[in-house]
């Protein structure tokens, strides 16, 4: 099963996730500063684009799971940033520009549940060699918990078998309630949100015509929530890569739209599969060594960028409308290359990636580097997040940030719009920031205290402009999921964001719930309960409504529903097919969200699979369909 049960720590290392060699420490992600490598020198803090000059720089209430088989840039306000040369300069001028002056049992559709309880905080819980740059190959041709059961009397046969490479077409017969399909629907996915960006959701490119983004709307005219409820089936699936003992685990993490294909990272692939009917369209080979090097999570203009190499040394860029390579240039900084958190973006036509050496940005239409760090430099942009048509970055000041930390928003040609200096202590503990789960409001997760076992994960909201914290809310992850991985800058799937509301999935034992914060006065204000119980988790919004999966289970399947912000309950949106809980199970089966990713397009919902262990069943999707 490619989903680990949760761990019965409240500490977890890292909820949901694998068990790995051991991560290195915070300052070791973050900044990646190698043992060996000696603290960066103080230096000048120069403008940017000048040849030659320095920059600035959970327990899912289910019976016990049967066993698996087998086992940076400157501070201040901005300048405007000198023109591009015409020719590369020697030495690649340093990034954003820097300083200058401002600028139940088995239920069925369900009866109205009686109104939700006003809502407080806190209550009581209960108890090998790479070779050189250039094409690295064109594309190739094709090669349960709680949730839905049909009502007494229903049949429903056909449960799905994975099969080999390419879609599974899955007929059922369910002699269960009429219900009318709405036509349309737009595409919303973990972390989605309707009035502004928030952490991992579609950026503006993804509305139509050649752009695309992961979760975006795939260019075509698409429309909102259904009607009534859809009763669907297994449409098709594609099975996992295989991951041998030797691999130990294989990531394959990313996943995009187009206006006909899903395309997502498969093992050392590319892979586009038609929305329709999942028939592999094309696939190119890339070389990620298991996942370790990483893809940009979203898409800008028909394009993604990825790490690939023997030490994820190269950087290519992809057209995922085609499949076609459009250029791979090398990455480094002297003896260092980017690591298994360092994660490249995509906003036009540039991209970027930090990590411990700094900046490294290219221009995609000149094929060249255009920024990079500079010796001695003070400050280092180690991390990067794109949020709508802001770049966000980490800027760490003196070795692994000792000097101070800050988040830095900019335009794509590095036009600075702010800077937010995370603090170095509140309450008497020692800050690490964590993540950025939405930029408008700015909410971000901050990491209290020192040592791992000593400290705490807290959510604060930030007037950034103003460069002060407005709210702590009461968070606590002994009774809420985590919403951010916290490895990378913006990685947030347990987080949606919506109308000044922050809606994460509660840590109850048994049932859990929906909990809305109110993100203008920093309370938690009240919870939507799972249809008839069991566990439920959000993942996007549509419509003015959070969109939420109550998970599969045992005896009944899943649920996608809608929760209303007005009357604070789910509503029934897509009843899953029954005789596919267990393969629903494979992918998601408890509350953590960091390796499995769910997305709603169009009336179809996907189940995404992002990580692959030896011991998984043979008929293990990577890939789940339904519609």
């Known amino acids: 099963m490619s989903q680990p049960p949760p761990p019965s720590s409240p500490e977890p290392q890292e909820p949901g996730k694998p068990e790995e060699p051991a991560a290195p420490q915070p300052d070791e992600q973050r900044a990646g500063a190698p043992d060996d490598v000696a603290p960066p020198q103080e230096?000048?803090?120069?403008?940017?684009?000048?040849?030659?000059?320095?920059?600035?720089?959970?327990?899912?209430?289910?019976?016990?799971?049967?066993?698996?088989?087998?086992?940076?840039?400157?501070?201040?306000?901005?300048?405007?940033?000198?023109?591009?040369?015409?020719?590369?300069?020697?030495?690649?001028?340093?990034?954003?520009?820097?300083?200058?002056?401002?600028?139940?049992?088995?239920?069925?559709?369900?009866?109205?549940?009686?109104?939700?309880?006003?809502?407080?905080?806190?209550?009581?819980?209960?108890?090998?060699?790479f070779g050189a740059p250039g094409p690295y190959g064109a594309p190739t041709a094709p090669h349960p918990q709680y949730g839905w059961t049909p009502p007494p009397g229903a049949d429903a046969a056909g449960k799905p078998s994975a099969g080999s490479r390419g879609p599974v077409i899955v007929l059922v017969i369910a002699a269960v309630l009429a219900l009318l399909l709405a036509g349309g629907g737009a595409v919303w996915f973990l972390t989605g949100k309707d009035s502004g960006p928030t952490a991992g959701s579609p950026t503006d490119d993804g509305g139509g015509g050649d752009d695309t983004d992961e979760g975006g709307e795939g260019g075509e005219d698409v429309a909102g929530l259904p009607d009534q409820a859809i009763e669907a089936e297994v449409a098709w699936q594609v099975a996992s890569p295989e991951a041998t003992e030797e691999d130990i685990l294989v990531y394959a993490k990313g996943f995009w739209l187009t206006d006909d294909a899903m395309v997502r990272m498969m093992k050392d692939e590319v892979v586009a599969y038609g929305l329709a009917d999942g028939e592999e369209l094309w696939s190119t080979p890339v070389e990620t060594q298991e996942g370790r090097c990483n893809a940009t999570r979203t898409a800008s203009e028909g394009r993604i960028a990825l790490l690939q190499g023997r030490d994820c040394e190269h950087l290519t860029v992809l057209d995922i409308t085609t499949g076609e390579e459009v250029w791979t240039l090398p990455v480094s900084s002297g003896t260092t290359t980017p690591g298994r958190y360092d994660d490249p973006v995509i906003l036009g036509d540039t991209v970027v990636i930090g990590w411990a050496a700094g900046i490294h940005g290219f221009s995609i239409s000149e094929e060249k580097q255009i920024w990079a760090p500079q010796q001695g430099e003070t400050c280092k942009e180690v991390g990067f997040a794109v949020f709508d048509e802001v770049l966000l970055s980490e800027l760490f000041c003196g070795y692994a940030g000792e000097k101070g930390v800050s988040i830095r928003a900019t335009e794509e040609d590095g036009t600075e719009l702010w800077e937010w200096e995370v603090p170095q202590e509140w309450d008497g503990e020692v800050v690490e920031f964590r993540s950025v789960l939405s930029l408008d409001p700015f909410v971000v997760q901050l990491r209290l205290g020192e040592g791992y076992g000593e400290?705490?994960?807290?959510?604060?909201?930030?007037?950034?402009?103003?460069?002060?914290?407005?709210?702590?809310?009461?968070?606590?992850?002994?009774?809420?999921?985590?919403?951010?991985?916290?490895?990378?800058?913006?990685?947030?799937?347990?987080?949606?964001?919506?109308?000044?509301?922050?809606?994460?999935?509660?840590?109850?034992?048994?049932?859990?719930?929906?909990?809305?914060?109110?993100?203008?006065?920093?309370?938690?204000?009240?919870?939507?309960?799972?249809?008839?119980?069991?566990?439920?988790?959000?993942?996007?919004?549509?419509?003015?409504?959070?969109?939420?999966?109550?998970?599969?289970?045992?005896?009944?399947?899943?649920?996608?529903?809608?929760?209303?912000?007005?009357?604070?309950?789910?509503?029934?949106?897509?009843?899953?097919?029954?005789?596919?809980?267990?393969?629903?199970?494979?992918?998601?089966?408890?509350?953590?969200?960091?390796?499995?990713?769910?997305?709603?397009?169009?009336?179809?919902?996907?189940?995404?699979?992002?990580?692959?262990?030896?011991h998984d069943g043979e008929d293990d999707p990577a890939l789940l369909v339904y519609r």
């Not at 591009?84 to 520009?97: C, D, E, R, T």
């Open 43 to 129: 230096g000048p803090r120069l403008t940017k684009g000048e040849p030659g000059q320095q920059p600035s720089g959970a327990d899912d209430g289910a019976p016990p799971q049967p066993p698996a088989p087998g086992g940076g840039g400157g501070f201040g306000p901005p300048v405007t940033p000198p023109p591009l040369p015409q020719a590369p300069p020697a030495q690649p001028a340093y990034g954003p520009p820097q300083p200058g002056q401002p600028p139940q049992p088995g239920y069925g559709f369900p009866q109205q549940p009686p109104a939700q309880p006003g809502y407080g905080y806190p209550q009581q819980p209960p108890g090998q060699g």
């Open 455 to 614: 400290s705490e994960e807290h959510l604060f909201v930030a007037d950034a402009e103003q460069n002060r914290i407005v709210h702590q809310l009461p968070f606590d992850d002994d009774r809420h999921v985590l919403p951010c991985e916290a490895v990378s800058m913006s990685d947030c799937p347990g987080a949606v964001v919506l109308d000044d509301m922050l809606y994460l999935a509660s840590r109850m034992s048994g049932d859990n719930a929906v909990v809305a914060f109110d993100l203008t006065t920093g309370q938690a204000v009240w919870e939507a309960d799972p249809i008839n119980g069991g566990q439920i988790v959000p993942f996007g919004t549509l419509d003015g409504k959070v969109l939420a999966y109550q998970l599969a289970g045992y005896e009944v399947a899943g649920m996608v529903v809608a929760i209303d912000p007005e009357t604070e309950q789910a509503e029934p949106v897509m009843a899953l097919e029954h005789t596919a809980r267990e393969t629903e199970r494979t992918i998601l089966n408890n509350t953590y969200t960091f390796d499995a990713r769910l997305l709603w397009h169009n009336n179809t919902f996907f189940m995404i699979d992002e990580a692959f262990y030896p």
